[in-house]
Every structure is written in C-alpha cells, then in structure tokens.
T-cell receptor
Framework: AQKVTQAQTEISVVEKEDVTLDCVYE???????LFWYKQPPSGELVFLIR??????QNEISGRYSWNFQKSTSSFNFTITASQVVDSAVYFC??????????????FGTGTLLAVQP | ETGVTQTPRHLVMGMTNKKSLKCEQH?????MYWYKQSAKKPLELMFV???????ENNSVPSRFSPECPNSSHLFLHLHTLQPEDSALYLC?????????????????FGPGTRLTVL
C-alpha cells in the first residue's frame, strides 16, 4: 500500500525563523516520485518540486530546500527565514510508476504553516 | 500566465439544481483530472481523462458526471447533490497521455471551485 504521512497538522512560527515540514512515505515500488505543493488561502495548489526515487541529492531553491532520505523514507521541506507570504497549507505527495494505469497522486493530509509578523 | 483556469470560483446551489464546473488548461497537456478537497480530508481523485478518454473513475456517485470534449477542456456536471458534496473541487492537468499505462508527470492545478450545497 502507498501512503504519505504529514504528522504536523499545524505549525506556527515568527517571521525570519526557519521551519521544517516533515513528510514520510510508504511504497513497495523502487521507482517513484515525490512532490511538494503549496496551497495558499486562494485555494490553488502550487507545484514546488518533483523528485524521483533515484535522485537523493538535496535540492535548494532560494529559501526552500528539500532533504530526501530513502533510508528513512522521508522527504522533508525546509523554509529558511520564513516570511508571512509563506503562510499556506503544504502537501507532500507520492506517485508510483507501478501505482496503476494512471498518474495517481497520493497526498498527505497537509501541514498548515502560519508565519506571524 | 495562468496555466489552468476554473470557473466559477464560487458556487452555491440547492439540492435540486443542475450546474456545471468548467476547467481549461493552456499548457498543451494531454491528461486532465478532477479532485475533491473536503475539510480535514486528503485530496480525493475523482476522475482522470487521458487524450479525452476517461481512464479512471474512483467510485464517484453518478450525481457527478464528467465531460472532456477536447484535451484543453474538462467539465463536471452536477445534479441532485447532497450537502456533504460541499467542498473545493480542483482541476489539474499533466503532460503525458498515459498511453503506456503509466504516467508520473507533474500535475498542475487550477484555483478550484468552492461549492456549497444547501
């Protein structure tokens, strides 16, 4: 069975703090993809990153960084020097090559990040 | 650029009404999706269309009827809905056609339609 767990339901930080959002996944497949999406109050899911299971290099994009560790089945997301505009719900998702006939994204339940000024 | 658009953004309807949600993608993609997002629940995949053919239907009640006239447009026709159908309905698209039966391309989402059923 495939599953994505985001244990942190809500996180509140003060602006300029660093914050890490946890994501743990389960899959029996050796080839799979992991995603992070941001959902601001407007509702749209904004794509942030896609990572395949063979690429364990950490990635940095501006204030965002991702730490992929296959040994612990985790794909954590860190925001450095958080800003009020980072306030949103963040979703981690998993897509398996062998998950079925279609591109089925398995989403976690999301983490609500509130950045206070 | 707004890759995936959805209209209307907000919809309030009675249980006996018939309405339609519209989604349009401007990304040249071949696959389109409908998701339902209810409070406190994970996103639920409802329907998938690949090259205008329905390839996935996740046990969705018949009061939801999708239509995909071409690869750029996707509709969700609603009739005799229940109050528990109130949710955010999200449309997404992805590049691949899934012709090989496997498709893990990134999905790009629209802003959603906030539906309230009275």
């Amino acid at each position: 069975a495939q599953k994505v767990t985001q244990a942190q339901t809500e996180i509140s930080v003060v602006e300029k703090e660093d914050v890490t959002l946890d994501c743990v996944y389960e899959t029996r497949d050796t080839t799979y993809y992991l995603f992070w999406y941001k959902q601001p109050p407007s509702g749209e899911l904004v794509f942030l990153i896609r990572r395949n299971s063979f690429d364990e290099q950490n990635e940095i994009s501006g204030r965002y960084s991702w730490n992929f560790q296959k040994s612990t089945s985790s794909f954590n997301f860190t925001i450095t020097a958080s800003q009020v505009v980072d306030s949103a719900v963040y979703f981690c998702a998993l897509s398996s090559v062998y998950g079925g006939a279609t591109n089925k994204l398995i989403f976690g339940t999301g983490t609500l990040l509130a950045v206070q000024p | 650029e707004t890759g995936v658009t959805q209209t209307p953004r907000h919809l309030v309807m009675g249980m006996t009404n018939k309405k339609s949600l519209k989604c349009e993608q401007h990304l040249g993609h071949n696959a389109m999706y409908w998701y339902k997002q209810s409070a406190k629940k994970p996103l639920e995949l409802m329907f998938v269309y690949s090259l205008e053919e329905r390839v996935e239907n996740n046990s969705v009640p018949s009061r939801f009827s999708p239509e995909c006239p071409n690869s750029s447009h996707l509709f969700l026709h609603l009739h005799t809905l229940q109050p528990e159908d109130s949710a955010l309905y999200l449309c997404a698209s992805s590049q691949g056609s899934g012709a090989s039966g496997v498709n893990t391309d990134t999905q790009y989402f629209g802003p959603g339609t906030r539906l309230t059923v009275l």
